[in-house]
């Protein structure tokens, strides 16, 4: 299943954001590929600061993810430089698919 959703990254860490995602940490890459993650894109848009996430689901992967210890390194590492739960979980808003072309 597709999964979509929007993040707000805080002015001034685009340059930081696009650093620590290109210094995506293996343990966290293998945690969301074993999890059934696949095809994940993010896209940012530099006016609104609003970044937009599409990635491929299988099952439950989100909601298992979300109690493992990387995923909870990883938002604690994530929440100077984007809006956050008291989890440090990030502001996460699911976005409704309206069109889809294969």
């Known amino acids: 299943m597709r999964s ?5 990254l805080f002015p001034g860490y685009i340059d930081e954001y696009k650093r620590r995602h290109d210094e995506l940490w293996p343990e966290l890459e293998e945690l969301l590929k074993s999890s059934g993650i696949s095809e ?15 990635m491929n689901v299988e099952g439950t ?20 430089i984007m809006e956050t739960n008291p989890d440090n979980s990030p502001v996460s808003v699911p976005l409704q698919e309206v069109f889809y072309m294969k």
């Open 40 to 54: 994940y894109s993010i896209f940012l848009d530099e006016q609104s600061l609003d970044l937009f996430g599409v």
């Open 4 to 8: 979509a959703f929007k993040l707000k």
């Open 61 to 80: 992967a989100r909601e298992q993810m979300s109690q493992h210890p990387v995923m909870k390194k990883w938002w604690a590492y994530m929440k100077d």
